[in-house]
């Protein structure tokens, strides 16, 4: 699973190795990554993947030899500034989705059960244009490019659960959203401003939002129970912020199978990677 060093990919981790699963920890940070693994006990492995580089997403595939039971998408990246990955992407949609997108065409021939991918209800403020994916022409925010990210996550899961059924895969996709959590994702600069806003988000979320173990419940509640695929499941809170998991409904957009597609194709164009379905 990826992003699993902190917040709500840390807690999933740990709830699996738990269960008696082994837990590949796909991390950039690979020293904490193994004290991640340390911590944790259980079997694990440590293996360095850098979603904002496709070389690196494809070095880790091919480094995976055996069979994968689960693949979680977990990526959940925010950046100060606009920025662009090595690849010529605006920085938090290269990470947050281009990068699972080829990840998950990658390993799909070995995946055997579920991919997990992990939107977010910040998808509901957002716009796509599918012909300034990378905010070349449109203007830039931080938050606004989050939940952009999110919403491409929410299209792409859609169009990849029709393909699959189209084809009529085994292999079963479901998207979650882990709720408000507790967890470093607010934290994209050591500048002053940057800090003391993360000191307040931290502090309001240590009230408000769900721990990281609450947050990985919604992604639990998918390999545990018998949902219909292509569901979304959150949490039962008001206004999404915390609870226990349960199906909940996703905005008319991220609904719009046409759009999905565009999407997807796009994404394929511009990663050289397809679903081999």
């Not at 939940?147 to 299209?155: N, P, Q």
Request: aromatic content about 4%; some cysteine.
């Amino acid at each position: 699973m990826t992003g699993a060093t902190n917040g709500v990919g840390l807690g999933t981790a740990r709830a699996l190795t738990q269960a008696g699963a082994h837990v590949i920890l796909a991390v950039r940070n690979t020293a904490l990554g193994e004290q991640r693994a340390a911590e944790m006990g259980g079997s694990t492995s440590v293996v360095e993947l850098d979603l904002a580089n496709l070389a690196s997403v494809r070095s880790f595939a091919e480094k995976i030899d055996d069979d994968v039971d689960v693949l979680i998408n977990n990526a959940g990246a925010l950046s100060q500034y606009r920025t662009e990955t090595v690849d010529g992407f605006e920085t938090t949609i290269g990470t947050n989705l281009l990068g699972p997108f080829v990840l998950t065409n990658l390993l799909f021939g070995r995946i055997r059960s579920t991919i997990v991918n992990v939107g977010s209800d910040a998808h509901r403020s957002a716009t796509l244009r599918i012909d300034d994916l990378h905010l070349r022409n449109t203007s830039w925010n931080v938050m606004g490019a989050y939940a952009r990210s999110k919403l491409a996550v929410m299209l792409w899961g859609l169009e990849l659960d029709r393909r699959l059924r189209a084809a009529g895969s085994p292999v079963v996709a479901q998207l979650v959203h882990p709720g408000w959590v507790a967890s470093n994702l607010s934290h994209v600069s050591d500048k002053p401003l940057m800090s003391l806003v993360h000191r307040g988000v931290q502090a309001v979320g240590g009230v408000l939002a769900n721990d990281i173990d609450q947050g990985a419940a919604p992604t639990l509640y998918c390999l545990s129970e018998p949902i219909p695929p292509g569901s979304y499941v959150g949490v039962d809170g008001r206004f999404g912020l915390r609870g226990g998991p349960v199906l909940i409904g996703r905005s008319a957009v991220a609904c719009d199978y046409e759009l999905a597609a565009r999407l997807v194709d796009v994404a394929e164009k511009e990663t050289g990677s397809t679903l081999p379905v």
